[in-house]
């Protein structure tokens, strides 16, 4: 059974600190892992990697894939307080999205 | 409308009595998903449609659950005789294209409580 790990489970950190978070994931036939920030409600889409070692970046927000490891990681810079929600890794081997549990960021003032 | 369009937003129903949730997909999108989260829990995967029909029903926790989709747009998720552990928010959420890896857009999900 394909299998979505994060960690921390949870992270508190001050505004203007540097946070990474990790996910690692098991699966049978990997195409795609994808990255999604949820706050209240709707998760929404924030980066789909396929190829290793290629960054993609958008804003303070960046993340990398490592095929050989079977992970990824997001990297967010400069935190400020609206970046305070729960970030989840999803891994696209097969028809749907298998989910991790997700890491909840909170950034403090 | 612009997005996945879920209602009611929230729901609160006795134990035992059957409820229907609604999903309306962005305009266009052939692949609809439902999923479940918990408290504290990740998004648990429940069923997907391609078009009407439902390749996968793998996920559907007990047969009180049931899920359609007619017109290739509107999905809805019925559960018969709700048990208190089936309360949860319900999302939604669809896709241009199905098949793995194709970003999903997800709606504001539907707040079961079972009491």
């Known amino acids: 059974e394909d ?3 994060q960690s921390p489970l949870s992270l508190v950190v001050h505004e203007g600190d540097t946070v990474t978070l990790n996910c690692s994931y098991e699966v049978t036939n990997f195409r795609s892992l994808l990255w999604y920030k949820q706050e209240k409600k709707a998760p929404t889409f924030l980066f789909m990697l396929t190829s290793s070692g290629i960054e993609k970046k958008s804003g303070r927000l960046s993340s990398i894939l490592d095929k050989k490891e079977l992970s990824s990681i997001l990297n967010i810079t400069a935190t400020q307080t609206g970046d305070s929600a ?24 | 409308g612009a997005g996945v369009s879920q209602s009611p937003s929230n729901k609160v129903t006795e134990k035992g009595k ?13 692949a609809l998903y439902w999923y479940r989260q918990s408290l504290g829990q990740g998004l648990e995967f429940l069923i997907y449609f391609q078009g009407n029909s439902a390749p996968d029903k793998s996920g559907l926790p007990s047969d009180r659950f049931s899920a359609e989709r007619t017109g290739g747009s509107v999905s809805t998720l019925t559960i018969q005789r709700t048990q208190q552990e089936d309360s949860a928010v319900y999302l939604c959420a669809s896709s241009l294209v199905w098949g793995a890896g194709a970003p999903l857009h997800f709606g504001n999900g539907t707040r079961l409580t079972v009491t």
């Open chain 1, 86 to 109: 729960i970030y989840l890794c999803a891994e696209g081997g097969s028809e749907k999205l298998v989910f991790g549990k997700g890491t909840k960021l909170t950034v403090n003032p």
């Open chain 1, 3 to 5: 299998k979505v790990v």
């Open chain 2, 18 to 30: 059957d409820v229907e949730l609604r999903c309306d997909p962005i305009s266009g999108h052939t």
